[in-house]
């Protein structure tokens, strides 16, 4: 028993808060690495082989190949010997060292495999080309693709850092004469820019998401990887809401979204459009076309795309079963094969009843690129507070979209969505805050989908204006208790205050006030995230792989500019719902969305 304790990094003589557990947690995993050392063999004599023949296809024809194939043979011969000592079931006394020889074998393993392949790689470039490309490569070839996505996102915080920074220098620092403002201005001017300066605290929480999304997460994702074979993923409903207008584009849409679907090698799967006026849609195995008839009412009332969706759930016409799940997309949704994978790997695990993926809008042939520019603020949420929310804390603190929806079957009949009109004009987001308040959780959908922004700013205007009539609604509505609808009550009194943070900017210019250290840093935060989060969505829609560095710099200065303009147009669509009720209808605009067949096509 001495030696046991002594062995998992206990001193006999030692009291137990002397212990180390961090020693001992490591000890257990290494053990459980040496008793599957066999196959850990097979694994690197396998890799070295591959390694080896590698190495002998390019070194036949070079004097020097005899050399390093008996380097490649003696490293093999080597690595087989040693793994042969410490193959068998080690004996527990024998710990130190055979662990000693196990980390000392691997690393020696690693080094070798590492550095033949870095010079195979140089040495097939060293003809043509100078000694600094060579070292690039090698570089290049060193540092693995998780280091280089890790670099990525730790230049990407510094940036952000560094522009909440230069929005404090070109606002100024804290510094400054400080007066008595009551007796400069008067204290009603006092009071009402002490006030507009108080507003700036109201939108803090929906940017601290932010911030802590892009910050604690990496932006730079992978393409992900299919953890089982697509044959045997639960059954999908692809489920397109429509009220007909533009049959062309959902046709054309549905083949599109299909050939992705065969493409992956999904077999299990249907793609359910529904919807109001009839669209011929194009007879498939895969597809069914679900006509909601005139004469259809909820018990509740629901209006709109909740009452489409509310007829598709009804026993009559829903023929999906326990286990099934449900693909939520808009009629101008773009699967892309990622967005299919995440999708299979998320109703595979089914360790969450809903889940939500990232949508890009400035994929194919850009139609309006003022409105394209102004949504890439949509892709950097998705990357901080929606990843943030749904990722980490698995609750839709703040929404989520209305397209791109995962949801198990059976979650979404219990929640349903017959609410009543008021749940009519942002359906989606009533039914997060249900979802949330009946206890199911939440998860992150890998992937990113595709879809087109508003083509005109009257559009854009109007988009914004359904938006935030549909969650002032969802705020105020008394069939969800306040604690799980705080994010819309927040985003609520945020766009009601939208034009007064607005005015904060040049009514501080006219009548500047005492330096306040507190006002200051959150000011500039909340400035430097909103950029940020522009330039992020701009940045993750056009890559610079794709689009050339200058192109995207230039993309990076418009899209600030048109921020601006989209935070003119939001302002207006908040005064139109919050301070001219008159001009909020109970109606559900619908933007135009159809463009000519080669528009859709991805570049």
Not at 179 to 202: D, H, K, S
Not at 355 to 384: C, E, F, K, M, P
Not at 480 to 496: D, E, H, N, Q
Request: charged residues 15%; contains cysteine.
């Amino acid at each position: 028993m001495t030696k046991f304790g002594e062995l998992l990094g206990r001193n006999p003589d030692s009291s137990p808060s002397e212990e180390r557990p961090i020693r001992q947690v490591l000890l257990i995993a290494i053990f459980f690495l040496l008793w599957h050392s066999e196959r850990i063999h097979r694994q690197w004599r396998r890799f070295l082989d591959n390694c080896g023949l590698r190495l002998n296809n390019y070194l036949r024809r070079d004097p020097i190949g005899i050399l390093w194939r008996s380097l490649s043979q003696a490293a093999v011969s080597v690595t087989t010997s040693l793994m042969q000592l410490i193959s068998k079931r080690p004996v527990l006394v024998c710990w130190p060292r055979q662990l000693q020889n196990f980390f000392l074998l691997h690393w020696l393993v690693f080094a070798f495999s590492r550095t033949r392949h870095l010079l195979v790689g140089c040495i097939s470039r060293v003809q043509g080309a100078n000694w600094q490309y060579c070292l690039v490569q090698l570089a290049m070839t060193i540092v693995s693709a998780p280091a280089v996505r890790r670099l990525k996102h730790a230049m990407s915080v510094i940036a952000l850092f560094g522009l909440i920074r230069l929005v404090g220098i070109i606002r100024g620092g804290v510094t400054g004469n400080d007066f008595n403002a009551i007796e400069r201005y008067g204290l009603l001017v006092t009071l009402f820019i002490y006030f507009l300066q108080c507003l700036v605290f109201v939108p803090l929480p929906f940017f601290i998401f932010n911030f802590l999304g892009v910050v604690l997460l990496n932006v730079f994702t992978t393409k992900p990887k299919l953890k089982s074979c697509p044959s045997l993923s639960p059954f999908l409903c692809f489920r397109v809401v429509t009220r007909g207008l533009y049959p062309d584009l959902v046709n054309e849409n549905v083949r599109h979204n299909i050939k992705i679907c065969n493409n992956i090698g999904l077999q299990k799967y249907v793609f359910e459009v529904v919807t109001d006026i009839p669209i011929n849609l194009e007879k498939q195995a895969q597809s069914r076309e679900v006509v909601v008839p005139t004469e259809y009412k909820t018990s509740s009332g629901s209006l709109f795309k909740a009452r489409a969706l509310q007829y598709a759930l009804e026993p009559e016409v829903d023929n999906l079963q326990a286990g099934d799940w449900i693909v939520h997309l808009d009629e101008e949704t773009l699967l892309t094969e990622e967005s299919v994978i995440g999708i299979i790997n998320f109703a595979g695990a089914a360790d969450y009843s809903f889940g939500q993926g990232v949508i890009t809008y400035g994929h194919g042939q850009v139609v309006n690129w003022i409105t394209t520019l102004a949504d890439s603020v949509r892709v950097g949420i998705d990357y901080g507070c929606l990843r943030f929310s749904l990722g980490v804390l698995h609750k839709p603190i703040f929404s989520w979209k209305g397209s791109f929806i995962v949801a198990d079957a059976e979650a979404e009949k219990d929640i349903s969505f017959d609410h009543g009109p008021e749940a009519s004009i942002a359906e989606d987001c009533f039914f997060a805050c249900k979802a949330f308040s009946k206890g199911y959780s939440f998860g992150i959908v890998e992937g990113e989908m595709l879809e087109k922004s508003t083509f005109t700013l009257y559009d854009f205007i109007h988009q914004r204006h359904r938006w935030m009539h549909g969650i002032l609604l969802t705020a105020l509505s008394k069939k969800i208790p306040l604690r799980y609808k705080v994010g819309p009550v927040l985003m609520s009194l945020a766009g009601c205050t939208m034009p007064f943070n607005m005015l904060l900017f040049p009514i501080s210019m006219i009548w500047p006030m005492p330096p306040s250290p507190v006002m200051y840093h959150i000011y500039t935060f909340v400035v430097g995230i909103i950029i940020y989060l522009f330039v992020l969505g701009t940045l993750q829609t056009f890559s610079i792989k794709q689009h050339g560095l200058i192109k995207c710099c230039l993309l990076v200065i418009a899209t600030v500019l048109c921020g601006i303009i989209a935070s003119v147009l939001e302002n207006i669509s908040s005064l139109r719902v919050y301070w001219i009720p008159k001009s909020s209808t109970n109606g559900f605009y619908v933007v135009n969305k159809q463009v000519q067949s080669e528009c859709m096509k991805i570049l």
